[in-house]
């Protein structure tokens, strides 16, 4: 259904009991369509069984009389016309012929009562209730539009108010009082009908506000969630290269070592540097530089498998978590890597190579930074020995005091303080 926007007039005419706006007023009818035909369709069922009613109390009044067979012609008549009523207005959705299709059955049952009351010579008190309760009917129990309604109602109760003074032997008294009950019949019917019409009407009206104010909160509220996202992914996202930033990776590390941890799962960490970046950035500018990143986390995201964490620890330096994977697969990811790089920029100016450190997760490891500092270890053997190769680090015998161990304890501190010396090469 749509809503009425806020260009559309919702004015009511007070006259008419319906909105000034033919526009609205259209999306109204269709907005109660349904509704209405339900009401309309119950209405006439009902009505239609006093007619039944009706054709047996008039058998047993007026037997097998001729009286009996106008009767039953005109109540037979009166009970098809309301079927194919119900039927047409069953079928079709559309308002405007469900108009023109009560209006014509009511205009034309309307005109059978009157001609049944002049056969059956009826007594005025039985005609003039039955009359009463048909006017009310059109303005309360059917769904007329207003003036349809007062167009019926006036006609009915006019034409039996001719049949009474020219059919009933009524003094001018009675006559008088009969025009009086008629006139406050249809006067109090159109005074009620015109408010069950206007408040339908602000009833739709309230319902399409409280709509339009609900959609509006949601597109609020929607575009509040997509800007929170947003912020959340800049937040951490490297807003270079896409990679995560450097916060983001230490969590998503502390989280991937718990879980290697709890369910004893292996998980591997890759450091990779840039080989002579600074000379890039030096020889042909910032931008280029900028550049290379872009096009070097890219490559490194295509590579990658979906569950792999790509980071950017700062400058040229990335990490990758390789969740579940050993030392010797960590290594195969690094070499394809970095043949890729290899093979990417060789026809480029700078022709990009990288270094890269590769480490295992420990039983003793106990935070992300473990994993890093081996792997940045590896990744300056690496560098020293010539760049643009993978070297990863193989623990050493868990025995303690033998003399590998010791050895392999005074080599990580000789590289240590091989990566305070030379940090600037990088």
């Not at 309760?133 to 769904?143: D, E, N, R, W």
């Not at 992914?233 to 807003?239: I, K, M, P």
């Not at 290379?292 to 995201?301: E, I, N, P, T, Y």
Request: proline share 3%; charged share 25%.
């Amino acid at each position: 259904m749509n809503q009425i926007t806020s260009d559309l007039d919702t004015t009511l005419d007070y006259r008419k009991a319906e909105f000034a706006d033919r526009e609205t007023e259209s999306r109204f009818r269709q907005w109660s369509h349904k509704g209405t035909v339900t009401q309309t369709r119950l209405t006439l069922l009902i009505a239609l069984s006093l007619l039944i009613i009706y054709i047996i109390s008039d058998y047993f009044m007026l037997r097998a009389d001729s009286e009996f067979l106008y009767s039953l012609v005109i109540r037979t008549l009166i009970f098809i016309g309301g079927l194919i009523t119900i039927a047409i207005i069953s079928i079709s959705q559309s308002p405007p012929l469900f108009d023109r299709i009560i209006f014509t059955f009511q205009a034309l049952a309307s005109g059978l009562l009157l001609f049944l009351f002049t056969i059956l010579n009826t007594d005025i008190v039985t005609a003039s209730l039955a009359v009463v309760l048909v006017a009310i009917s059109m303005y309360l129990l059917m769904p007329n539009r207003l003036i349809a309604a007062n167009l019926l109602a006036l006609s009915f109760s006019s034409g039996f108010f001719f049949l009474a003074v020219t059919t009933y032997d009524m003094g001018q008294l009675l006559l008088l009082q009969l025009a009086m009950i008629l006139l406050g019949v249809n006067l109090i019917g159109a005074i009620f009908g015109a408010r069950f019409h206007l408040i339908k009407r602000k009833e739709f009206l309230e319902l399409m506000r409280e709509r339009s104010s609900r959609e509006a909160l949601q597109k609020e509220i929607a575009k509040r969630l997509k800007l929170e996202k947003k912020l959340l992914h800049q937040t951490r996202t490297d807003e270079l290269t896409g990679a995560t930033n450097r916060r983001y990776f230490m969590q998503l590390g502390e989280e991937e070592i718990n879980r290697s941890h709890r369910y004893a799962r292996p998980m591997s960490l890759l450091m990779l540097d840039l080989d002579h970046f600074k000379e890039i950035n030096d020889q042909y500018g910032h931008s280029s530089g900028d550049e290379v990143l872009q096009r070097f986390s890219q490559l490194c995201r295509s590579t990658l498998r979906k569950p792999d964490i790509f980071g950017r620890l700062g400058g040229e330096e990335f990490a990758i978590i390789i969740p579940e994977e050993s030392l010797d697969g960590a290594v195969q990811t690094a070499e394809r890597l970095r043949t890729r790089v290899e093979e990417t920029f060789a026809s480029t100016d700078y022709r990009l190579t990288v270094s890269i450190g590769v480490t295992e997760l420990a039983d003793h490891d106990a935070h992300v930074g473990d994993l890093l500092r081996r792997a940045d270890n590896m990744m300056y053997k690496a560098k020293h020995r010539g760049r643009n190769r993978v070297i990863a680090f193989t623990p050493p015998p868990e025995e303690p005091g033998t003399p590998s161990a010791d050895t392999a304890v005074a080599e990580e501190h000789r590289t240590v303080a091989a990566v305070t010396r030379h940090s600037t090469d990088r």
